[in-house]
């Protein structure tokens, strides 16, 4: 993984995470669709999009729930500083909630990023197979 990486998926149906996990960076978890219940070691939030919710490294957490559209923005804590990894922590675990005008903004950034990481995964295997 890069310092940085977006991923996104849409599923129309119900599905449920069916085993507790964690990863070793910041993840963003951006619901810009649906409803998903999001459990914790030790705690559960139900969160309706759009909304968001910040999961430190090592949080076991797992989802559930009917169909809904996700991106998550994965970040490496090696290339945070000490006041960024304070500030995540502080608004890690809490449900947060944008406006209407705050979701529109956000869905075009969160887009261009997927486009963007896109266009620098093709240029990387170009560069790859061209050398």
Do not use: W
Not at 33 to 50: D, M, S
Not at 117 to 130: H, P, T
């Amino acid at each position: 993984m890069n310092f940085l990486s977006v991923d996104k998926v849409t599923r129309e149906q119900s599905h449920t995470m069916n085993v507790l996990h964690s990863h070793s960076h910041y993840e963003f978890y951006i619901l810009t669709k649906g409803e998903r219940t999001i459990f914790f070691y030790n705690a559960l939030y139900t969160i309706q999009a759009p909304a968001c919710i910040i999961i430190p490294p090592f949080i076991m957490h797992k989802t559930e729930g009917g169909g809904y559209e996700r991106f998550n923005i994965n970040i490496l804590p090696k290339y945070l500083d000490a006041t960024e990894k304070s500030l995540l922590s502080k608004r890690a675990l809490t449900p947060l909630t944008f406006s209407d005008k705050d979701h529109k903004t956000v869905r075009h950034l969160l887009d261009f990023l997927l486009e963007f990481q896109e266009k620098e995964d093709e240029l990387s295997d170009y560069m790859l197979r061209s050398f």
